[in-house]
């Protein structure tokens, strides 16, 4: 009985995050708001949802201004383990504040391979460049670059725990 309520569970769970969220102004001009476009609409825009960090008056002006310029989003996949682990933490202790996206369907690794021509994991962006494969020394360098303090004490992403790869 534990076993079903923890299944279904976390597929509401997943199905809640799978969502999408839409903002539609109609042609008299009420905004809306709705997991599905209106019909007629004058205005449609296609709101992200996720863990995208948010912009906090916490911050120091110095990581704001980095985050603005140059966001970071880390890259991996669910059986990634410890490289994988190691990325998030190095990012975690300088204080950076970003985005993961796991990779797991298959159109997303091959969007992922086209954008950043290569398929080493865990990669990152940092702004619009690329950093392929977890090289400490390397991402040092590029968000030191893009003006990320060296150590931010004020930022501390909510700790994640590694992606448990599906059952099969």
Sequence with gaps: ???????LSLLL????????LYRSIDKDGNVHYSDSPLMDSEDVERLK??????????LPYETQRAMQNFPVTLYSFPACGSACQ????FLAKRGI??????????????????ESGD??????TVGKTW?????????????????????????????VAAPVPPAE
Excluded at 13 to 20: D, F, M, R, W
């Design 131 to 159: 950093l392929r494969g977890f090289q400490s020394e390397q991402w040092n360098n590029e968000l030191d670059f893009a003006g990320y303090p060296k150590k931010d004490l004020t930022y501390r992403p909510a700790p």
């Design 97 to 114: 504040p970003f985005t993961e996206k796991s990779l797991t369907k298959q159109e997303e690794i091959d969007a992922f391979r086209k």
């Design 13 to 20: 769970v997943t199905n809640i995050q799978a969502g999408e």
């Design 119 to 124: 398929s080493k994991l865990p990669s990152a």
């Design 49 to 58: 949802l996720g863990n995208e960090p948010k912009l906090s008056e916490n």
């Design 1 to 7: 009985m534990k076993k079903v309520f923890l299944l």
């Design 86 to 89: 190691m990325a998030r933490d």
